[in-house]
């Protein structure tokens, strides 16, 4: 059997269409973590978020987040009253989208509000509390290692 250019040329452009089509396939079949599902909305409230990082920053005392063993704690300032502060306390996985969650703020007479790891999957979490007192709305964020 005798090889021609007409087949070499044939078998290259088979062999490229069969490797471009198997590289469609894989990446339409990748699982994409946004970091929002929302990501537009989020865009047009990011002067609020900036307006409210601004506040929390020219607060005298600043929230504190802490891990303790399996303990997250978190420590608001004593310049407000308990019953005054609301808000949430979201956990955002960076890797992995599906294990985000939020918790609400329920503090105790002492401003703290302790949260256990024991159902929280080890690794790297990202902690935003967003909270408000009178109509004034505030945000912290830390990134925390859970072991």
């Given at each position: 059997?005798k090889?021609?250019?007409?087949?070499?040329?044939?078998?290259?452009?088979?062999l490229?269409?069969?490797?471009?089509?198997s590289?469609?396939v894989?990446?339409?079949?990748?699982?994409?973590?946004?970091?929002?599902?929302n990501?537009?909305?989020?865009?047009?409230?990011?002067?609020?978020?900036?307006d409210?990082?601004?506040?929390?920053?020219?607060?005298?005392?600043?929230?504190?987040?802490?891990?303790i063993?399996?303990?997250?704690?978190l420590?608001?300032?004593?310049l407000?009253?308990?019953?005054?502060i609301?808000?949430?306390?979201?956990?955002?996985?960076?890797?992995?989208?599906?294990?985000?969650f939020s918790?609400?703020?329920?503090?105790s007479?002492?401003?703290?509000?302790?949260?256990?790891?024991?159902s929280?999957?080890?690794?790297?979490?990202?902690?935003?509390?967003?909270?408000?007192?009178?109509?004034?709305?505030?945000?912290?964020?830390?990134?925390?290692?859970?072991?």
């Amino acid at each position: 059997m005798k090889f021609s250019w007409g087949k070499g040329i044939f078998i290259t452009y088979a062999l490229f269409f069969v490797i471009i089509l198997s590289v469609v396939v894989y990446m339409s079949s990748i699982d994409v973590n946004l970091v929002t599902e929302n990501y537009y909305d989020q865009e047009l409230k990011h002067q609020d978020q900036i307006d409210k990082v601004a506040r929390t920053n020219q607060l005298s005392e600043k929230m504190e987040i802490s891990v303790i063993q399996n303990l997250i704690n978190l420590k608001f300032p004593s310049l407000f009253r308990p019953y005054e502060i609301s808000g949430f306390v979201q956990f955002y996985r960076p890797s992995d989208s599906k294990q985000d969650f939020s918790v609400n703020i329920e503090l105790s007479d002492s401003l703290e509000q302790t949260i256990s790891t024991a159902s929280i999957q080890k690794g790297y979490w990202r902690i935003k509390v967003d909270w408000s007192v009178d109509e004034q709305d505030y945000f912290n964020e830390k990134l925390v290692m859970i072991n």
